[in-house]
């Protein structure tokens, strides 16, 4: 169990307890009702309002009474000093009036929920609400006295050293201003008030030390008087409470000195007053102030005051230890003997916590279970420590007498630090001693010297020679094999191929160069392209420029070609072969009665399916009348800049976010 | 001081050129120039990129796997320095490369075989296909064996199918 009384919660004064309350009431629970509502809706609401009030005043008191400790429950050395400090009756009281309004509140709720079921409009709801709720906080009003002590007493225990009551503990006492406190600031942390009067300390003080790596608990106590224990005041008492209930050796500091203003016969009175508390505790009798009087000018009375005490404590309940002939004498002014009364102290305690834990019945059973090995040697062989032999000779070096010579003196010899540098090839172990400075090649050629080296490399050498020689030889044995066995080109061959090549190369460029320039020109059918057209004069060309003799070929076409006949222009001579052979059919049929003068139309060729020339103009007109509107249309196309609606209504009206109007 | 080969071209890499990345499981990938560094951080396979010695040597462009390069190896056993040793290996060193030299200028040659052959074929070839770019293919026909030639013979047939005859032959020289 934890003693730590820091987590209680705060106990409100009583005005506030309600205020608390009921502002919670209205604020958690419905505020708007009518008369008109129906009568069982009415008592519902009032019903709740009783007891969510009831239910906080149980949440909060049950609360407080789970919070403060029972005074039953708690290790008696607690028990005994809340009584001393709050007294126990009153303590109780208050916790049991609390219980008892808590009570008394769930009886009234009760009730009044009982009530409220009868009653028969809003404004007898209301009433029978109000009272119940004003009966409550009447309740809490008369125990107004029970909080406000209970609050006190928190903060009072909230202040509470916590002080582990099983735990290692000195526990430090003697008479006001021997020197308690002053022994527990030097051998703890704590920093407690030392002032030369008495009752310095009025209360527990607890500090923590470190003995044997534990942690140790230094309980400073307030001083002591000799008197009857009924006389005793508060400060006192929580002395002789840790002194009857803790488990932890007590050290009793005797001032040597008398300078606190109790004679040695006095503290020696006390010391024996008190002695039933110190039964079956280890019990230190420490001897301080010695920087001011020194044991041995003590006047024989006081000195067997003080070896009386030092037979007490060696009696037979206290705990003796093999170096007892002496009180320990300290002084926490020059800090003589403070370490040695704490050791000793320890020591005491350590030796009697085993002995009790011994003596209980849990003992026999972890000793049952421990075991301590010690191996037994299998044989007689002897199995020294490996040492090597280098160590060896050095250790037998060193006890010739020769001077071990450090990198660091060597330093020291050649000019210091950053000055020396250090040899690190001097130890190298090598075959021979004058390679040890040898410049090594790291690369040779685009290669690392390091990944040729081999100690196998001569054999390993001598065999790639031996297969190259081999190979050598097979590869010479089978060059005929690779001869080329085709004849090459002669001279002229070889100019002819020149000559094609950039021929071909020529074409090539030529085509590539019109395809890039006319890449989206219209095909033109050959019968209209000018210099592909298929006469005699293209063909008479064409085969000149593949060095042809031509004459024949033009002879022949013209001797086939249609006899022109008189009266023809001489335009219709020069147009030969193929067209003119296809025109003439019609143009015969021309009528002779119509007059020459009417200019000849330059397209009346018939053909592309058309049955005369009058369709092919029929035709010829329809078509441009139906292109007419395409191609206004077709300036409306997506490639043209036009603007076709200046504000279209759905850019530009209705909401707008984020983003750009025109991406919309 | 060490050469270190590329990661990705296996080149060797001199002091103070190229870059080094250290992977996360403290793998270190160096590269001897930028543009390995970049074939690298696109992931790209050595072996799969035409111009790396990994490609060259597994599609058998360049010479491996021959004894001659079990002589450069990295062996992870210390050897005490011997000065006769490191003699021994230097003279070895040049040895060594020479053979290695003269087994790569035999694989060329090797896979070179028959490449001289192949190409006097296709420079026939191409000269007997594309001549009349630049002869007339007629006068080709009469030196060329009076066997070679077709005899032409003459068929009767009416003046329509004359015209056509006249028109296809004409559009045979443009």
């Not at chain 1, 026999?364 to 075991?371: A, D, F, I």
């Not at chain 1, 392209?529 to 004459?551: F, I, P, V, Y």
């Not at chain 2, 930028?34 to 696109?42: D, L, P, R």
């Amino acid at each position: 169990m934890q003693y730590n009384f820091k987590k209680i919660a705060s106990v409100p004064a009583a005005s506030d307890f309600i205020d608390v309350v009921l502002s919670r009431t209205q604020r958690q629970t419905p505020t708007v009702v009518h008369a008109g509502y129906a009568i069982a809706r009415i008592r519902q609401f009032y019903m709740r309002k009783v007891k969510y009030t009831q239910q906080s005043w149980n949440e909060k008191l049950s609360r407080i009474l789970e919070d403060f400790p029972r005074v039953d429950d708690v290790h008696p050395f607690y028990s005994d000093l809340l009584n001393v400090l709050y007294d126990k009756d009153h303590y109780k009281l208050a916790l049991g009036q609390l219980n008892t309004a808590r009570a008394m509140i769930d009886k009234i709720a009760k009730d009044y929920v009982k009530l409220l079921k009868y009653g028969d409009s809003l404004y007898r709801c209301k009433q029978l609400k109000r009272a119940a709720l004003g009966r409550m906080c009447t309740i809490m009003k008369k125990h107004a006295a029970s909080l406000a002590y209970l609050e006190q007493v928190r903060q009072h225990m909230s202040r509470l050293p916590s002080i582990d009551p099983n735990t290692r503990s000195i526990l430090v006492c003697g008479y006001p201003n021997v020197g308690k406190s002053s022994f527990m600031n030097k051998v703890t942390r704590a920093d407690v008030e030392v002032q030369p009067y008495a009752f310095t300390t009025k209360s527990i003080y607890v500090g923590h030390t470190d003995y044997k790596y534990l942690r140790w608990q230094v309980l400073d106590t307030p001083g002591i008087l000799d008197r009857p224990l009924d006389e005793r005041n508060t400060i006192e008492m929580q002395s002789i409470t840790a002194l009857a209930h803790l488990r932890a050796v007590v050290l009793y500091i005797v001032d040597i000195s008398e300078q606190c203003g109790f004679s040695i016969a006095q503290q020696a009175a006390l010391f024996h007053s008190i002695k039933p508390l110190f039964a079956n505790k280890p019990l230190v009798v420490a001897i301080n102030k010695i920087d001011v009087r020194k044991l041995e000018d003590l006047s024989a009375e006081d000195r067997a005051l003080i070896d009386g005490m030092r037979d007490a404590m060696r009696g037979p309940a206290a705990m003796q230890l093999g170096d007892d002939d002496a009180l320990p004498i300290m002084s926490t002014l020059s800090e003589n003997g403070v370490m040695e009364v704490k050791n000793r102290c320890c020591d005491l305690l350590l030796a009697h916590r085993v002995e009790q834990k011994l003596a209980s019945r849990r003992a026999g059973e972890v000793m049952n279970r421990l075991h301590v090995a010690t191996p037994v040697p299998r044989d007689s062989k002897q199995r020294p420590a490996f040492i090597p032999s280098t160590l060896e000779a050095s250790r037998a070096r060193k006890a010739a007498g020769e001077k071990i010579v450090t990198e660091k003196e060597l330093q020291e010899q050649n000019g210091g630090a950053g000055v020396y540098s250090a040899d690190l090839r001097k130890r190298y172990m090598l075959e021979n001693d004058d390679w040890k400075y040898d410049i090594v090649p790291e690369i040779y050629n685009g290669k690392n010297v390091a990944d040729f080296i081999d100690p196998e490399i001569e054999a390993k050498l001598a065999e790639l020679e031996r297969e190259e020689d081999e190979l050598e030889a097979k590869w010479e044995a089978e060059r005929m094999d690779r001869e080329p066995q085709e004849a090459d080109l002669d001279e002229d061959e070889r100019a002819l191929l020149g000559e094609v090549r950039t021929r071909r190369n020529k074409l090539v460029a030529e085509h590539r160069r019109k395809k890039a320039a006319g890449n989206n020109n219209p095909v033109v059918p050959r019968k209209v392209d000018h210099e592909r057209k298929l006469n005699t004069k293209n063909m008479k060309s064409s085969l000149e420029s593949m060095g042809l003799d031509a004459t024949a070929a033009v002879e022949r076409a013209r001797s086939r070609s249609r006899v022109v006949k008189r009266g023809r222009s001489m335009g219709a001579d020069a147009s030969m072969g193929a067209d003119d052979a296809n025109e003439d059919g019609k143009k015969m049929r021309t009528s002779k009665s119509r007059s020459k003068s009417v200019a000849k139309r330059v397209k009346d060729e018939v053909g592309g399916g058309l049955k005369s020339v009058d369709a092919t103009l029929r035709a010829t007109k329809m078509a441009d009348k139906a292109q007419r509107k395409r191609n206004k249309l077709a300036k409306s196309g997506e490639g043209d800049r036009t603007i076709n609606t200046k504000l279209p209504k759905w850019l530009n009206s209705g909401k707008r976010g984020n983003g750009k109007t025109d991406r919309r | 001081m060490r050469l270190e080969k590329c990661w990705f071209c296996s080149s060797t890499i001199y002091p103070g050129h190229g870059i080094c990345f250290v992977r996360n499981d403290s793998k270190m990938f160096r590269f001897c120039r930028s543009k390995c560094h970049k074939n690298f951080k696109m992931k790209r396979n050595p072996r799969k990129v035409k111009w790396t010695k990994a490609y060259r040597a597994i599609h058998g462009k360049d010479l491996s796997g021959d004894n001659v390069f079990n002589f450069e190896r990295r062996r992870n056993r210390p050897v005490r320095y011997s000065r006769e040793l490191t003699h021994k290996t230097m003279a070895a060193l040049k040895t060594v490369e020479g053979i290695r030299s003269k087994r790569e200028k035999r694989h060329y040659d090797g896979r070179m075989k028959g490449l001289t052959d192949e190409r006097r074929r296709n420079d026939r070839k191409e000269l007997q296909k594309q001549v009349h770019l630049v002869k007339a293919p007629i006068l080709d026909a009469g030196t060329a064996s009076p066997s070679d030639r077709k005899e032409k013979t003459r068929i009767q047939v009416s003046s329509n199918h004359v015209k056509h005859g006249q028109t296809s032959g004409e559009t045979s020289y443009d």
